[in-house]
């Protein structure tokens, strides 16, 4: 069965300060990639998608992520954040057979000044 | 704002009792899916529709059904509740409902079950 792993529950960080959440996921298919992030008492809304091509993909707010097929991670990057990067972010992960996502538990990210 | 819009924002009920949730999809979405979010369970797929069509189900209990509208609209409907079923109820829409297609999430349901 797929799965995602986000390793790290919460992540403190100081403002300007890089960052880096983990993802990885299990999948003996090939799989479309995904980070969302959810502010305070908000939907879910996209930061980046990986379907093909470019394993360096770049996204919204400043965020990239990086697509590791061989060890099948995806983790998103910052080279400074903002006190308003404070959020939860998710990835999640959809397969070709099937339509839904599949989220991770979570990063809650915390920025101090 | 994504364009999706959830009513209502806040329910509270008690055990036993039926609930109906509401989504209205991004102008132009075909495809509308229901997640639930729970702090034990983490976010869950539960169904999805497509142009009123049921097309994929996920951990979704025998107690909860769903439904799309012509108008594309759609209803979550939760009955016999229990304590455990207390969690953020999100919709989301896209247009084609395929697995590349970016998921557009409404601002969720908070349902408290007493």
């Known amino acids: 069965a797929q799965s995602v792993t986000q390793l790290d529950s919460q992540v403190p960080v100081f403002e300007e300060a890089p960052v880096e959440l983990r993802c990885n996921y299990s999948?003996?298919?090939?799989?479309?990639l995904f980070w969302y992030v959810q502010y305070p008492n908000q939907g879910l809304q996209l930061l980046l998608k990986y379907l093909s091509g470019s394993t360096l993909v770049k996204g919204i707010n400043g965020f990239e992520a990086e697509f590791n097929k061989s060890q099948t991670s995806f983790h998103l990057r910052k080279p400074s954040v903002h006190i308003s990067d404070t959020a939860e972010y998710f990835c999640?992960?959809?397969?070709?057979?099937?339509?839904?996502?599949?989220f991770g538990s979570g990063t809650r990210l915390l920025v101090r000044p | 704002d994504s364009g999706v819009t959830q009513t209502p924002k806040h329910l509270i009920t008690a055990t036993g009792q039926r609930v109906t949730l509401r989504c209205s999809p991004r102008?132009?979405?075909?495809?509308v899916y229901w997640y639930q979010q729970s702090l034990d369970q983490g976010l869950q797929f539960l169904i999805q529709?497509?142009?009123?069509?049921?097309?994929a189900k996920g951990n979704i209990l025998e107690r909860f059904s769903a439904q799309q509208f012509p108008d594309l609209h759609s209803e979550l409907n939760l009955s016999s509740l229990e304590l455990g079923d207390s969690a953020l109820y999100f919709c989301?829409?896209?247009?084609?409902?395929?697995?590349?297609?970016?998921?557009?999430f409404g601002p969720g349901t908070r349902l408290t079950v007493l």
């Open positions: 999640a992960v959809s397969l070709d057979s099937s339509y839904k996502l599949i």
């Open positions: 529709y497509y142009n009123g069509e049921e097309r």
């Open positions: 102008s132009g979405d075909l495809s």
């Open positions: 999948s003996s298919v090939s799989v479309y």
């Open positions: 989301a829409s896209s247009v084609w409902g395929t697995s590349t297609d970016t998921q557009y």
